[in-house]
């Protein structure tokens, strides 16, 4: 069984930063692809950011392309969000995921995940 733990979420103010962690358990690292979703109040639960399980293939949503950073240090079993210029809409709580893939591939499909933490909150204030 694969526990995830999310760190690092808070209230910052727009065009602001915040780096959350997740740190994993239970399976082997460098064989899961990781991912971050976001879900905001009364919306459901949306792709943000993926990495495969070498780290060499990342894919993100649109909206976060060239402010966010998803990374991850296999030695430490750790992936981390970087999320840069924040904006309100940005506001949500923020869940990894993991997902058995040594191949490589990714997923931006939140189906397709099998392991999930209980997410950390990110609130940006205009």
């Known amino acids: 069984q694969v526990r995830l733990v999310e760190s690092g979420g808070g209230l910052v103010q727009a065009g602001g930063s915040l780096r959350l962690s997740c740190a994993t358990s239970?399976?082997?690292?460098?064989?899961?692809?990781m991912g971050w979703f976001r879900q905001a109040p009364g919306k459901e639960r949306e792709f943000v950011a993926t990495?495969?399980?070498?780290?060499?293939?990342?894919y993100y949503k649109d909206a976060v392309k060239g402010r966010f950073t998803i990374s991850r240090d296999n030695a430490k079993n750790t992936v981390v969000l970087q999320m840069n210029s924040l904006k309100p809409e940005d506001t949500a709580v923020y869940s990894c995921?993991?997902?058995?893939?040594?191949?490589?591939?990714?997923?931006?499909?939140?189906?397709?995940?099998?392991?999930w933490g209980r997410g950390t909150q990110v609130t940006v204030s205009s």
């Open positions: 239970g399976g082997t690292f460098r064989t899961y692809a």
């Open positions: 990495i495969s399980a070498s780290g060499g293939r990342t």
């Open positions: 995921t993991a997902d058995y893939r040594p191949t490589n591939d990714i997923s931006s499909v939140r189906g397709t995940y099998e392991y």
